[in-house]
Protein backbone atom coordinates (compact mmCIF):
# COMPACT_ATOMS: atom_id res chain seq x y z
CA UNK A 1 0.00 0.00 0.00
CA UNK A 2 0.95 3.87 -1.09
CA UNK A 3 -0.15 6.50 1.28
CA UNK A 4 -0.08 10.15 0.78
CA UNK A 5 -0.03 12.62 3.51
CA UNK A 6 -0.76 16.29 2.50
CA UNK A 7 -0.15 19.55 4.29
CA UNK A 8 0.30 23.19 4.23
CA UNK A 9 -3.49 24.48 2.89
CA UNK A 10 -5.58 27.54 4.62
CA UNK A 11 -6.63 30.86 3.94
CA UNK A 12 -4.83 33.06 2.67
CA UNK A 13 -5.64 36.67 1.12
CA UNK A 14 -5.72 37.79 -2.41
CA UNK A 15 -1.90 38.30 -4.02
CA UNK A 16 -0.36 35.99 -1.04
CA UNK A 17 1.52 32.83 -1.25
CA UNK A 18 1.32 29.15 0.59
CA UNK A 19 3.41 25.82 0.32
CA UNK A 20 1.82 22.90 0.21
CA UNK A 21 3.92 19.68 0.66
CA UNK A 22 2.56 15.85 -0.13
CA UNK A 23 4.94 13.35 1.48
CA UNK A 24 4.36 9.31 -0.11
CA UNK A 25 4.86 6.85 2.60
CA UNK A 26 4.65 2.57 2.28
CA UNK A 27 5.50 -0.16 -0.42
CA UNK A 28 6.81 1.61 -3.27
CA UNK A 29 8.90 -0.04 -6.17
CA UNK A 30 9.20 2.99 -8.61
CA UNK A 31 7.89 6.98 -9.13
CA UNK A 32 6.82 7.74 -12.61
CA UNK A 33 5.55 11.13 -11.71
CA UNK A 34 4.16 13.24 -8.95
CA UNK A 35 1.79 16.18 -9.20
CA UNK A 36 -0.85 18.10 -7.66
CA UNK A 37 -4.63 18.09 -8.77
CA UNK A 38 -7.52 20.77 -7.91
CA UNK A 39 -11.03 20.72 -7.78
CA UNK A 40 -13.88 23.39 -7.15
CA UNK A 41 -16.58 23.26 -6.07
CA UNK A 42 -19.37 22.27 -9.26
CA UNK A 43 -16.20 21.40 -11.13
CA UNK A 44 -14.26 18.42 -12.30
CA UNK A 45 -10.80 17.47 -11.09
CA UNK A 46 -8.03 19.32 -13.26
CA UNK A 47 -4.21 18.89 -13.35
CA UNK A 48 -2.61 21.56 -11.56
CA UNK A 49 1.28 20.33 -12.22
CA UNK A 50 3.76 17.41 -12.20
CA UNK A 51 6.98 16.30 -12.37
CA UNK A 52 8.42 13.33 -13.91
CA UNK A 53 11.73 12.40 -14.93
CA UNK A 54 11.40 14.54 -18.02
CA UNK A 55 11.06 17.87 -16.03
CA UNK A 56 7.79 19.95 -14.86
CA UNK A 57 4.44 20.17 -16.62
CA UNK A 58 2.06 23.04 -15.77
CA UNK A 59 -1.56 23.86 -16.33
CA UNK A 60 -1.76 27.34 -18.28
CA UNK A 61 -4.28 28.93 -15.13
CA UNK A 62 -0.93 28.92 -13.08
CA UNK A 63 2.28 29.34 -15.12
CA UNK A 64 4.25 31.98 -13.72
CA UNK A 65 2.51 31.61 -10.36
CA UNK A 66 2.97 28.08 -9.18
CA UNK A 67 6.15 25.87 -8.47
CA UNK A 68 6.37 22.23 -8.03
CA UNK A 69 9.58 20.27 -6.61
CA UNK A 70 10.01 17.48 -5.40
CA UNK A 71 12.90 15.48 -2.91
CA UNK A 72 13.67 12.16 -4.00
CA UNK A 73 15.10 11.14 -1.00
CA UNK A 74 12.08 12.10 1.04
CA UNK A 75 9.12 11.34 -1.31
CA UNK A 76 7.92 14.08 -1.18
CA UNK A 77 6.74 16.78 -3.79
CA UNK A 78 5.81 20.36 -2.82
CA UNK A 79 3.74 23.01 -4.56
CA UNK A 80 4.68 26.80 -4.12
CA UNK A 81 1.64 28.74 -4.54
CA UNK A 82 2.31 32.75 -5.25
CA UNK A 83 -0.17 35.67 -6.20
CA UNK A 84 -3.10 33.30 -5.43
CA UNK A 85 -6.27 34.20 -6.93
CA UNK A 86 -10.09 33.63 -5.60
CA UNK A 87 -10.13 31.68 -8.20
CA UNK A 88 -7.09 29.25 -6.93
CA UNK A 89 -9.33 28.81 -4.35
CA UNK A 90 -10.41 24.38 -4.40
CA UNK A 91 -9.34 21.44 -2.85
CA UNK A 92 -5.73 20.33 -3.75
CA UNK A 93 -5.02 16.71 -4.16
CA UNK A 94 -1.53 15.06 -4.25
CA UNK A 95 -0.97 12.48 -6.81
CA UNK A 96 1.46 9.72 -7.43
CA UNK A 97 1.62 7.66 -10.44
CA UNK A 98 4.24 4.20 -9.55
CA UNK A 99 4.14 0.47 -8.75
CA UNK A 100 3.64 -0.56 -5.55
CA UNK A 101 4.28 -4.49 -5.46
CA UNK A 102 4.54 -4.67 -8.70
CA UNK A 103 1.15 -3.07 -9.91
CA UNK A 104 1.18 0.57 -11.65
CA UNK A 105 -1.92 2.81 -11.09
CA UNK A 106 -2.62 6.49 -9.73
CA UNK A 107 -2.42 7.01 -5.72
CA UNK A 108 -3.77 10.02 -4.37
CA UNK A 109 -4.29 11.77 -0.65
CA UNK A 110 -6.98 13.18 1.02
CA UNK A 111 -6.98 16.83 -0.29
CA UNK A 112 -6.15 20.18 1.33
CA UNK A 113 -8.27 22.99 1.64
CA UNK A 114 -7.07 26.35 -0.24
CA UNK A 115 -9.34 29.25 -0.12
CA UNK A 116 -8.15 32.57 -1.66
CA UNK A 117 -10.17 35.28 -0.21
CA UNK A 118 -10.34 38.88 1.59
Known amino acids: QVQLVESGGGLVQPGGSLKLSCTAS????????MGWYRQAPGKERELIAD??????NYADSVKGRFTISRDNAKNTVYLQMDSLKPEDTAVYYC?????????????WGQGTQVTVSS
Open 51 to 56: ITIGGT
Open 26 to 33: GSIDSIRA
Open 95 to 107: NLYGSSQFMLRNY
